[in-house]
Nanobody
Framework: QVQLVESGGGLVQPGGSLRLSCAAPGSIFKLSVMGWYRQAPGKERELVVT???????NYADPAAGRFTISRDDAKNTVYLQINKLKPEDTAVYYC?????????WGKGTLVTVSS
């Protein structure tokens, strides 16, 4: 059972920032394509951003400009920095590891944007 552990969610006012973290087992982290998805209330899970081959990134259009993915290979951790948060960013944010045709998911961390 692969464990991805997200953290960093919470309640934040519109315009604020958060940094989400996802820790993964080293063997998975080093071999997988890592990324972030989110699921808003009543909606399907959607892509936020993933790393792709060569260390490049693939951002979904709504995420461009306010979301930044990064990684710390020494800590087997991937981060998602979210700036200028909007109420519509309210969602459960999930870490994803894609490896050999398999998707591995964390349990998610809730981000609530509200005044």
């Amino acid at each position: 059972q692969v464990q991805l552990v997200e953290s960093g969610g919470g309640l934040v006012q519109p315009g604020g920032s958060l940094r989400l973290s996802c820790a993964a087992p080293g063997s998975i982290f080093k071999l997988s394509v890592m990324g972030w998805y989110r699921q808003a209330p009543g909606k399907e899970r959607e892509l936020v951003v993933t790393f792709i081959r060569g260390g490049n990134t693939n951002y979904a259009d709504p995420a461009a400009g306010r979301f930044t993915i990064s990684r710390d290979d020494a800590k087997n951790t991937v981060y998602l920095q979210i700036n200028k948060l909007k109420p519509e960013d309210t969602a459960v944010y999930y870490c994803n590891a894609y490896l050999n045709g398999m998707n591995y998911w964390g349990k998610g961390t809730l981000v609530t944007v509200s005044s």
